[in-house]
């Protein structure tokens, strides 16, 4: 879609204005990941206080609440259509 970029080599300037221009930071990410993938992102977009739809992944489990059992990012099961209903 043309409102989707992938971008790579950003200077971390480039990234957080990028962070604090997005309604929404999406994280895909295979299904059965076993280690914090994505984690990095998620948490950088939390700081900007932008809202986060993550492929939900035993690695990413620890994300999903703060010690308060508040929601942090909204976790999905790893399908094209659990993600696109997430966004």
Do not use: C, K, W
Not at 59 to 67: E, H, M, R
Request: proline letters at 10%; hydrophobic letters at 45%.
């Amino acid at each position: 879609p043309p409102n989707l970029a992938f971008r790579r080599g950003l200077s971390y300037p480039e990234l957080r204005e990028l962070y604090a221009g997005a309604r929404l930071v999406v994280v895909p990410l295979e299904a059965g990941t076993a280690y914090a993938a994505g984690a990095t992102g998620i948490l950088e977009a939390l700081a900007m206080t932008r809202p986060v739809v993550a492929t939900q992944t035993p690695g990413l489990s620890d994300y999903q609440t703060d010690d308060a059992g508040q929601p942090l990012a909204h976790l999905v099961e790893p399908t094209a259509p659990a993600l696109t209903h997430g966004i």
